[in-house]
């Protein structure tokens, strides 16, 4: 749809959160009729906002959706209201467009976007591809599930812009014109399953990032990756690859980034174009999975021309993302890393990576599936000693046992305050949680937040 015509339709806006409020506020301000409703309580609503509601005069209600949102012709739905749930599916069942914000918030963008989507790695490649376009001096916007809306931000940018956009696939899932100049496929494992219904429903929901896309746009893909591998056959536009175990340029490639014996290197046979970026070992941010980002983020980079310098300067530079395996404190000789955003076990899989020995594991939350054969060899190889939290500490400790020290802490400030008597200088507390965040929570970065509240009210030892 194009921007002029939004005019013409009415919008219900499902979701009171910075996407929903920033969506409802675009539309209202480009003449459209727009109502708001949420399903939670005004008190447990993070993000409401019944000023600029009032001020932008968008009627709206709390609590639960009425029959008066079935009377609007578009349901803008949050990323937290399923595609199967009551409310979607009778709107479907009256013919209704059912979109996401990101939809809304593509047909008033006047720049290219680069849209990064992936199991794990989204957050950490977004912020740091928005700093390598920043350092080379691009007007650039990063945003999605990361900080601020789309819709926030779509109004402050020009066609020299660019927006670095997170998506989940649950955004992907309800668009229907989005397209991204870039888009950017970085890991793909078992997760939301019990959303999407199946691992294929999954993948078809995070490859809509694809869908709109031309000859003229590019996607930047993870070779490593063998789901997303093979789907480059249906990509509908043009492959960029990169891998951190393959020589690319061996594998027959034409276009990709790669790291072999320490050097980065990126090509492009169709422009004749072949550059040493930089070492690997240069990169601040530790860990293979930090090193598939980098590769990813220097990918989408090329693709717009951007000069090796601000590539290399960003990534020597660039030190990370809040609540991913997140430096907090080094305390007696111990040191203490958030990694809060880990809510599945892949993501606890590489936080373990990334540290040789010596760690002390806090990890536990709501439950889900314990995937624990897939952490086991690098919990009793690494890990001395494990303090679970949250619902799925008994699961946990009935598991772990027999292969590690394993203690049951009833809040996340007692974990910390035990884990702590029991390091020695040299220790490393890794909190990894593995698991959602909800049984204790409001979200992953409540709890990280909670955790390095945590980590720097300790005293030092005597």
Known sequence: MKKSEVNKYSFVILGAGRSGIGAAKLLKKNGAKVFLSDNTAREKLMYFDEKTLNEFDIP??????????????????????????????KALSLNKRVLSEIEIAYWFCECPIIAVTGTNGKTTTTVLTGEIFKKAGIDTKVCGNVGLAFSEVVEDVNKDSIVVLETSSFQLESIESFRPAVSLFLTFTPDHID??????????????????????????????????????????????????????????????????????????????????????????????????????????????GVNNHAIKMTLKNFKGVEHRIEPVRELNGVKFFNDSKATNFDSLYVALESFEKNIILIMGGKKGDNKFELVKDFISKRVIKIFAIGQSSDAIYDYFKSVVKVDKSKTLGEAVEKSFEFSQYGDVVLFSPGYKSFDMFDNFEHRGSEFKKAVNNLNPKK
């Not at 990323?79 to 409310?87: A, D, H, L, Q, R």
């Not at 078809?204 to 093979?230: H, R, S």
């Open 195 to 304: 959303w999407h219904g199946s691992m294929d429903n999954y993948m078809k929901a995070k490859l809509k990032v694809n869908i709109n896309q031309t000859g003229q746009d590019a996607i930047v893909y993870n070779y490593d990756d063998e789901k997303i591998n093979k789907q480059k056959y249906n990509f509908k536009s043009n492959p960029v690859a990169f891998s951190i175990e393959k020589n690319l340029e061996n594998e027959g490639l034409t276009s990709g980034c790669y790291s072999v014996n320490n050097d980065i290197v990126f090509f492009n046979k169709s422009k004749n174009e072949r550059t040493m970026i930089m070492k690997a070992d240069d990169i601040f941010i530790r860990g293979k999975h930090n090193l598939s980002n980098s590769l990813a983020a220097i990918s989408a980079a090329k693709v717009f």
């Open 60 to 89: 709206f209600e709390l609590g639960g959706h009425t029959d008066k949102i079935y009377e609007y012709d578009i349901f803008v739905k949050s990323p937290g209201i399923p595609m199967n749930s009551e409310v979607i599916k």
